[in-house]
């Protein structure tokens, strides 16, 4: 792909909000886990949950979109002059000319465990009067309510593969920038913790009762978060300039919730991301690194194939949690932040490396020269993304 500028970017998550907020929480290795309670859940977990969703009101003329997802989409847009950027870029290309592309995986599902629960309680055959499917649980909800927000017309499409949603938005917009669809592209985002992911993830044996311990000997399991980011992408990049300067994706098939053990489908996905970029140009790997044991080894095998054992990298789920169809957006923004700030975070809640992993995870922050940031998502059913970030030549 050609380099796209990466013009404006934001990042919300229970690490904190905005993008100076998340590099503070990355120096200080401040977690934004918690041990406690989501809604009434039962499970014993750590969670990454936003603070303040609650109180989020929506414009209202867009109260129709109100749920928990979108209420975490308007914290993520006004946070660092976002909107304001966009509104630039729209008078500049004019508003069908910006594409919108966000990548969730449950959307609004919660607005409907709430609406179901209610239907429960008044023993009723139909939904409550105020549940409105399509502009709440509906996977399109969130990528149309960020296209009215902005006060957008361009094509517009939501993204659903599982934790590669909001990666492979960049690849699509990508291809509709080449294609002539648009002139610049809104990518982003978001997915809000629910009943149905908890327990879900839960039920495959995947959460952990303890903090999540990325590519630690001893790890168990995951930590949930919820989380929203959104970049504005635009053609040819000034020299200097942040850019996306390659996606790559690829899809094993291999399993509906187990990694391909030989990580061939996520080597590739590097590969295809690196494309003409020299391998030495990567100065740190963001890992996709749930720390459930399976995802972790596969993603070491991918990593040393193609890299070796010498690049710095680490996962930053230690900080955010897993936030599904939000951790490509999130881990983005926070490869941005380290070709920004030179600052390589260290595998937080990490003590002891598993030593059958043989990349160099990064037990110690260090600061460091940075050129390319990799930044890899993998999800359920083998879909496979990584991106390349780095400054236009």
């Known amino acids: 792909m050609k380099p796209l500028a990466v013009t404006a970017y934001t990042v919300t998550s229970a690490a904190g909000h905005g993008r100076a907020a998340h590099l503070d929480a990355l120096r200080a290795e401040r977690t934004g886990l918690a041990s406690q309670a989501f809604e ?50 729209r008078a500049r290309y004019g508003a069908a000319r910006i594409g919108v592309f966000v990548g969730t995986s449950t959307s609004g599902v919660r607005q409907t465990e709430v609406a179901y629960r209610e239907r429960r309680a008044a023993a009723s055959a139909a939904l409550p009067d105020w549940f409105d499917y399509r502009t709440t649980q509906s996977t399109y909800s969130i990528a149309d309510y960020t296209r009215a927000r902005l006060g957008l017309d361009g094509v517009t499409a939501a993204i659903s593969a599982a934790c590669a949603s909001s990666a492979k938005v960049f690849a699509s917009a990508a291809r509709s920038i080449e294609c002539g669809f648009c002139d610049a592209a809104v990518v982003g985002g978001v997915d809000s913790l629910c009943l149905t992911t908890l327990y879900g993830f839960n039920a495959l044996q995947l959460v952990s009762a303890d903090i999540c ?181």
């Open 40 to 89: 009434d859940a039962t499970l014993p977990c750590w969670i990454g949950a936003v603070a303040r969703l609650e109180s989020v009101a929506l414009p209202r003329a867009l109260a129709a979109f109100d749920c928990r997802n979108n209420r975490l989409a308007e914290l993520t847009l006004a946070a660092d002059g976002f909107l304001e950027a966009v509104a630039r870029a």
């Open 213 to 393: 311990r990325p590519a630690d000997a001893e790890r168990k399991g995951l930590s949930l978060g919820e989380a929203g980011g959104y970049a504005l992408l635009e053609r040819d990049p000034a020299g200097g300039a942040f850019a996306c300067l390659g996606a790559g994706e690829s899809s094993d098939a291999h399993h509906m919730s187990q990694p391909r053990p030989d990580g061939a489908g996520a080597a590739l996905a590097m590969r295809r991301a690196l494309g003409a970029h020299a391998l030495e140009r990567v100065s740190y790997i963001n890992l996709h690194g749930t720390a459930t044991p399976a995802n972790d080894s596969a993603e070491d095998t991918a990593v040393t194939a193609v890299f070796g054992t010498t690049v710095p990298c680490s996962s930053t789920k230690g900080w955010t949690g897993h936030t599904l169809g939000a951790a490509g957006i999130v881990e983005a923004a926070i490869s941005l932040l380290v070709l920004e700030s030179g600052f390589l975070p260290r595998s937080l809640n990490t003590r002891t490396k598993d030593p059958k992993l043989t990349a160099d995870v990064l037990l110690a922050s260090r600061t460091a020269t940075v050129d390319c940031v990799l930044s890899n998502s993998f999800g359920f059913g083998g879909t496979n993304c990584a991106l390349l970030f780095g400054r236009a030549p």
